[in-house]
């Protein structure tokens, strides 16, 4: 006899009339086009990040293009992926979840389909101006001040229009991923001002402070709580059982809130700032370790008795092996700002290492999952390759691991090698060929990744539909 999770995923239970009735009033437009888009520009900007990595093993690769050049496809890379790719996805997915948290229908589509219409208009733009030269010079705030401009409006109807859905919700309790939407709409709008306006108004060693707290928060105060919010909605949903503590995704909630606004002057550490301000950051950023254990401890535990499904269910698959990248990343984000340890590894290749395992590991896993997750649903019909979509998982993962690993390992030695005078400046390039070149072979793979997973969910929303009581079972 089958088990009832084979029989529901094989739609052979009926389905009851409130889940095709709360299935019936979303629409879904804006999370489809905010989706679609966002993984169009993952391809796109994934084939960017090849020739980056080319351009460490092969420098004089079309370094005679003034488009092609690292100086200005580098820009282009770091701002595809963050607000292009990921940051789009994560925002498609909002849409997806915040109103079924809150029974109730997105409080305005049309709002929402503006918003993906402006911010395709926004990511256009950065590829133009950023490949022709156009460029503020300052780290994750290279776009010029009128798409700033612009960021700041969309972002402001994207907020707007998810704060009313929960104002408008049926649903009284709060569940832990609509505090961390709301949070992240919050943070990101103190987070991205700071970083892309108020850094233009100072100099020296303050717009380097600015610019360094708009950095590392742009990874724990926007990137962090939304991928968070995805990962405790889907983990639940995709593992069929109920989230462990939700006093404990609380502390998380509020622990991360206080802790992580103080981290980011830790990248400054042996630098031109105050000793106490060094010291200020290096105490949060350890104190770090108390969100970080109490999310991933909760994530763990909500597994207890389902770690079987990992064998067969793909999103579940990327779920966990990105909550895995998530307390690796976290605890070598702490070890970092120690002063022993930073004075090896900081402004090396160890900090890429690290910064592609948050964004391309734990929080691209995560909305990777959700994509698999809900596309079929919205789409009313099967996911259109589920051996696709194990292979997407496995080329991710291995040529993520080959891809971090190597940075850390060759990051570390390059910053030994930095701190011996005996060894001249030009010999420690020299010596990182061979990492770089397991580098670009590893992002070989992750692009293989990046294809598989662009074609199924494209196929997925282009190819035939299923009948409406099968995509309402799917959701229920």
Known sequence: MQSEATIRRAGEIPVSAAARYNESIHQDTTARLFLASSITYFFIVGIVALVIAAKFVWPQLMGTIPMLTYGRLRPLHVNGMLFGWLLAADMGLMYYVVPRLCGVRLWSEKLGIATAALWNVIILGAVVTLLLGVNQGLEYAELPLPLDVLVVVAWVMFGANIFMTVATRKYTQMYVTIWYCLGTILWTAFVYLTGNFATLFSTGVNQANLNWMYVHNAVGLIFTPVGL?????????????????????????????????????????????????????????????????????????????????????????????????????????????????????????????????????????????????????????????????????????????????????????????????AIPFIDTVIALEPVWLVRFFSGILMFGGIVTFAYNILATMLGPKGNQSQAALATA
Request: hydrophobic residues 50%; positive net charge.
């Open 229 to 421: 919010a995805i990962a405790y909605y889907f983990i639940p949903k995709t593992s069929n059982n109920p989230l462990h503590s939700h006093k404990l995704s609380m502390i998380g909630f509020w622990s991360l809130a206080f802790v992580y606004v103080w981290t980011g002057a830790h990248h400054m550490i042996h630098g031109p700032i105050s000793q106490w301000l060094q010291t200020i950051s290096i105490v949060f950023s350890v104190m770090l370790l108390i969100p970080v254990w109490a999310v991933v401890y909760n994530f763990f535990a909500t597994m207890r008795g389902q770690w079987q499904q990992l064998r067969d269910n793909v999103p579940l698959k990327f779920l966990m092996t990105g909550v895995v990248f998530y307390l690796l990343t976290c605890f070598q984000g702490p070890m970092h700002s120690l002063r022993s340890v930073n004075a090896i590894v900081s402004k090396t290749d160890w900090i890429p290492g690290h910064a592609h395992m948050a964004v391309l590991g734990a929080f691209s896993f995560f909305a990777i999952a959700g994509a698999y997750y809900v596309v079929p649903r919205i789409c009313k019909t099967r996911l259109y390759s589920d051996a696709l979509a194990n292979w997407s998982f496995w080329l991710f993962l291995i040529g993520g691991v080959g891809f971090f690993v190597t940075l850390w390992l060759g990051g570390f030695w390059q910053g030994w090698q930095w701190n011996n005078p």
